[in-house]
């Protein structure tokens, strides 16, 4: 067995999909860092402009009454105006103490990143029948799949690590040269560090499911079509008419476990959104063994 997962181990990191798409997300996180570098401004005439703009906007608030949200949903016109500009901070220097929200907001890209190796990983060699070459020099299923499998995790896992590692450091010299730093503190980089695991076995979750939807249809596209139909299509049609069955729907655990606590499910942790995730997983890891142990290769 350790023979076959180095032998799928090497595979996977020689594709070129995995390579170009890491060269292409490491590309964009460097120029990002530059972006932001000289986008944090730190003259004095900076810091005035942006405070002005920022009280422009309140005085806007305050004559139009809120911005035109009904009175009575107002208590106190004031703190309302305040709390609708706090997001226009006066100082226009980039916070590396934002980068919690913005690693968090990475979520979701790298997710597909793993969706798509997840199923460009097998389906490619249900194209190329490569999985036929496989089979004549070990030919329990089983085996073969579970080995696939394990080393796409183990890549996956370390893969969206390290590029959330590189997009914490390509931001950073933003805010050391040209930014703010002042939160950052050990309990700043325990939160990043919880939040990068949390968002890495979400991707190690939607790689496995990317992985077992393409080998009961075969392809890479159908894991990706199937993926696409069901979190833009079929998961909003469940909150728009069952919203009570919101607490079973994976987009929704998803965000419950990288967010920590969602409205629309009161009283569920993230340990039960990860483990309800882990099942849909391990379920349709188990459905993709049993049809590729029955299905002919051809």
Known sequence: MSALFGVELRRLLARR????????????????????????????????????????????????????????????????????TAAMSADPRFDYGEMTDNLTGLAFPLLMLGWLLGASFIGAEWHNRMLTMTLTWEPRRTRVLLAKAGALALVVAVWILVLEVLYAAALYPAAAVNGITDSVDTAFWREMAS????????????????????????????????????????????????????????????????????????????????????????????????????????
Do not use: H
């Open 17 to 84: 999909l995995f390579r170009l798409t890491t060269l292409l997300v490491v590309a964009m996180f460097v120029v990002g860092g530059v972006i932001v570098f000289f986008a944090s401004k730190t003259s004095p005439a900076e810091f005035e402009q942006a405070a002005s703009e920022r009280e422009a906007v309140f005085e806007s608030c305050i004559n139009s009454q809120g911005f035109g949200v009904p009175s009575e949903e107002i208590e106190d016109l004031e703190r309302f105006c305040r709390e609708e």
């Open 195 to 298: 939040i990068a695991l949390r968002v890495d076995a979400m991707s190690v979750i939607a790689a496995l499911l990317g992985f077992s939807l393409a080998t009961i249809g075969r392809n890479t596209a159908a894991a990706l079509g199937a993926g696409f139909a069901y979190l833009a299509v079929i998961e909003g049609l469940i909150r728009g008419f069952k919203p009570v069955w919101s607490r079973w729907l994976i987009g929704d655990n998803v965000g419950l476990f990288l967010v920590g606590e969602l409205n629309t499910m009161p009283g569920r942790s993230r340990a039960d959104a990860m483990a309800l995730l882990l099942a849909y997983a391990a379920g349709f890891l188990a459905l993709a063994v049993g049809f590729f142990r029955q299905r002919e290769m051809t």
